[in-house]
C-alpha cells in the first residue's frame, strides 16, 4: 500500500484542501474547502486489489479531523457503490452548518401608506388610476414605528466540530429629522406634528408640506395630504386634492374636488357643472366658474364668479367684475363690481344668514304653509286649535333661527358698477327681483321700516346693515316726535 498524503493524526490538525490517498485496490479523494463546511470524496477503483471497506472510509474521515455532520446514508451508499467497483465523484458525505448572520437594526412601522398598493398578481376590474401616491399621512402622537435591535446571529459549527462565530447584525444608521420624538431609550418614534412620514438620505422626518413642483397629473396621482400642499403648475381633471392644513395652487384647477380645513388659493377653477370645493379657511382665486363652493370663511375672486353655487360663512367679494349667474349665500356680505350680466341670466343673492339654516327654513315655511292651509279648510274646531299651536311652533323655531346672533351677519349686498335685471335679491326676510338695471356704486339692506329692501349709496362692507337700518328707524322716530 501506498499513501500519497499522510495525514496528520492529531485531533487538532488542519482540514485539507483535496488530498488523494491511494491503495492496491482503489484511489480515494478527500476535499474540504478552506470554511470546512463540508467534505466531498470521489472514489476510482483499481483493476487488482480489494474494494475499500466501511471501516476504511471512517478512518480516513476521523484521519483528516470530518468528526461531525456525516450523512450516514451517503456515507452507506458511497461504500456499497465502492464494493461494487463503482466509481464515484465529488459525493458529498459530511456537511457542517454554517453561520446565521444577525438581522440589521430597522425601524418597524406602525403607520401604513395612504393608499392601497397592489400585489402583481391582484386582478381589480374599479382601479382607479389617478390615485397613486403611497406616502404615509400621520398625525401629531401617531406611533410611527419602533427601532427594533440587531440581531446576534446563529453560531454555525463545521465538520471538524469547531463551533463558528455569527456575525451580528449592523446598527441602523439614520438621523432623526424635524418633528420626530424619540421615546422609551431610543425603541419608540412618535410623530411630533401631522403631515407626512418620509425617509430620505438616511434621515427620517415628519414634513408638513407637500410641494409639487409641476402639474398634478398620472404622475403625481389623486393628493390626500395631512399638511399643506402646494401645487406650482395646474391641477388636471379629475385629479382630486384633500390638504388639511392648507393648498396653495399656482395655476388653474379643472373638474376635480378640492377639500381643505385651511385656506386655499389658485389662479381659476372651471367646474363644469362637477367640480367642487370645501374650504375650512377662506378661498382666493381670479375666476371661478361653474363649481360648488361650502366655505368658512371669505370668498375673494379678482375677475369673476360665473354659474356658481356659493355657500360662505364670510363674505363674497369679486374685485373687478361680476357676479354672474348661479346662487349664492353669504353670512358676511356681498360685494362686487357688477351683479347679474346684460342677457339678464338669472343670478340669486342671499345676504345675513347662514346658510346651514336656509335649508331649515325652507323646510319650516313649507310646514307652516301647509298647516295654515289645512287650518283654513278644517271645518273642526279642535283641528283648528291644535294647526294653531302648530303654527306658533313653527313661527317660533322661525324667529329663533332669524334672530340667532353672529358678530360675521352682515345682510348686505354691494354693486360698486351695476345691478342688472333678474337678480335676486333676499336680504332677512325681504326678496326682491330686479325688474330694471341700477346704476351703482349702491348697497341694498332690508327695510324694516316700510317692508322690502332699501337702496342707498355704496358704503363699505366693514358697515353693518344693522348699523345703517338703525340709523333710519332712529331718524323716523325722530320725525313721529317732531
Avoid at 488542519?14 to 491503495?23: D, N, R
Avoid at 484521519?63 to 452507506?76: C, K, L, P, T, W
Avoid at 381589480?124 to 401629531?140: A, R, Y
Amino acid at each position: 500500500m501506498t499513501n500519497t498524503h499522510e495525514p496528520a493524526q492529531s485531533a487538532a490538525a488542519p482540514a485539507i484542501g483535496g488530498s488523494e490517498i491511494k491503495k492496491l485496490g482503489y484511489s480515494l479523494y478527500l476535499r474540504v474547502p478552506d470554511n470546512r463546511l463540508e467534505c466531498r470524496c470521489s472514489y476510482v477503483p483499481h483493476d487488482q486489489g480489494s474494494m475499500m471497506t466501511s471501516d476504511e472510509l471512517a478512518a480516513f474521515l476521523k484521519q483528516y479531523n470530518v468528526r461531525e455532520g456525516i450523512d450516514q446514508q451517503a456515507f452507506d451508499d458511497f461504500v456499497i457503490k465502492a464494493a461494487a467497483g463503482q466509481q464515484q465523484v465529488d459525493v458529498l458525505l459530511a456537511s457542517g452548518t454554517a453561520p446565521v448572520a444577525g438581522t440589521d437594526e430597522y425601524i418597524a412601522l406602525s403607520v401604513q401608506s395612504s393608499t392601497k398598493v397592489l400585489d402583481n398578481d391582484e386582478i381589480v376590474t374599479d382601479l382607479d388610476m389617478h390615485i397613486v401616491q403611497t406616502f404615509v399621512n400621520v398625525s401629531k402622537g401617531d406611533e410611527i414605528g419602533r427601532v427594533i435591535p440587531a440581531g446576534s446571529g446563529t453560531p454555525g459549527r463545521n465538520i471538524m466540530g469547531v463551533t463558528i462565530p455569527a456575525q451580528p447584525g449592523k446598527p441602523l444608521k439614520v438621523t432623526f429629522g424635524k418633528n420626530i420624538r424619540v421615546e422609551e431609550d431610543g425603541a419608540l418614534l412618535i410623530a411630533a406634528a401631522t403631515g407626512r412620514f418620509c425617509q430620505s438620505a438616511g434621515e427620517i422626518s415628519v414634513e408638513e408640506e407637500y410641494v409639487v413642483k409641476g402639474d398634478v397629473n398620472f404622475r403625481v396621482g389623486t393628493i390626500n395630504f395631512k399638511g399643506v400642499v402646494e401645487v406650482r403648475g395646474d391641477v388636471l381633471d379629475n385629479f382630486n386634492i384633500t390638504a388639511s392644513k392648507g393648498l396653495s395652487i399656482s395655476g388653474n384647477i379643472g373638474v376635480c374636488n378640492i377639500v381643505s380645513d385651511g385656506n386655499i388659493t389658485f389662479c381659476g377653477m372651471d367646474g363644469q357643472d362637477k367640480g367642487s370645493i370645501v374650504c375650512g379657511g377662506s378661498i382666493r382665486a381670479n375666476y371661478i366658474h361653474d363649481v360648488a363652493v361650502e366655505c368658512a370663511g371669505d370668498v375673494i375672486v379678482g375677475v369673476e364668479i360665473h354659474n356658481c353655487t356659493i355657500k360662505t360663512l364670510g363674505k363674497i367679494i369679486v374685485d373687478k367684475g361680476a357676479i354672474s349667474g348661479g346662487s349664492y349665500i353669504a353670512l358676511g356680505g356681498i360685494e362686487a363690481k357688477k351683479i347679474g350680466s346684460v342677457s339678464s341670466v338669472q343670478t340669486k343673492l342671499q345676504s345675513g344668514i347662514d346658510y346651514h339654516d336656509v335649508e331649515l327654513l325652507e323646510s319650516l315655511f313649507a310646514a307652516m304653509a301647509e298647516t295654515q292651509n289645512k287650518a283654513k279648510q278644517s271645518q273642526s274646531l279642535s283641528e283648528v286649535a291644535e294647526l294653531r299651536k302648530t303654527i306658533a311652533a313653527l313661527t317660533d323655531s322661525i324667529m329663533a333661527i332669524r334672530g340667532k346672533s353672529d358678530v360675521n351677519t352682515n345682510a348686505k349686498i354691494n354693486a360698486k358698477a351695476m345691478l342688472y335685471e333678474n337678480v335676486l335679491l333676499t336680504l332677512g326676510s325681504a326678496a326682491e327681483i330686479i325688474k330694471e338695471q341700477k346704476d351703482g356704486p349702491l348697497t341694498v339692506i332690508e327695510n324694516s321700516i316700510d317692508g322690502g329692501l332699501r337702496y342707498l349709496s355704496m358704503t363699505g362692507l366693514n358697515i353693518k346693515a344693522t348699523d345703517i337700518e338703525l340709523a333710519f328707524v332712529r331718524e323716523q322716530k325722530m320725525a313721529l316726535h317732531a
